[in-house]
């Protein structure tokens, strides 16, 4: 079955990057839309970027500039790319096919704080 691996998460400073990864088994890889998705605290899980089977991207105006989402297929792996983190970046980030969804993985927590 699909398996999702989120890592890369920590705690950063206003203003510093982190870059997360998602190492994804069990399916061909290739054939998805990839996502990444945040849970901040006490709010809903949103789509912050996804990236598509040709490698176009597209992004939530809440991250756009920032962000950058990027897959390598033949590892498996989507990444994103987080500078000039804020506040309001702090959250869970989780990766996941967008559209028909896969069980979840246990997310990688990313904490924005001085």
């Known amino acids: 079955q699909v398996q999702l691996v989120e890592s890369g998460g920590g705690l950063v400073q206003p203003g510093g990057s982190l870059r997360l990864s998602c190492a994804v088994s069990g399916v061909i890889f290739s054939n998805y839309v990839m996502g990444w998705y945040r849970q901040a605290p006490g709010k809903q899980r949103e789509l912050v970027a996804h990236i598509l089977r040709g490698g176009s991207v597209n992004y939530a105006d809440s991250v756009k500039g920032r962000f950058t989402i990027s897959r390598d297929n033949a590892k498996k792996t989507v990444y994103l790319q987080m500078n000039s983190l804020s506040p309001e970046d702090t959250g869970v980030y989780y990766c996941?096919?967008?559209?028909?969804?896969?069980?979840w993985g246990q997310g990688t927590q990313v904490t924005v704080s001085s």
């Open positions: 996941n096919e967008v559209g028909v969804m896969w069980p």
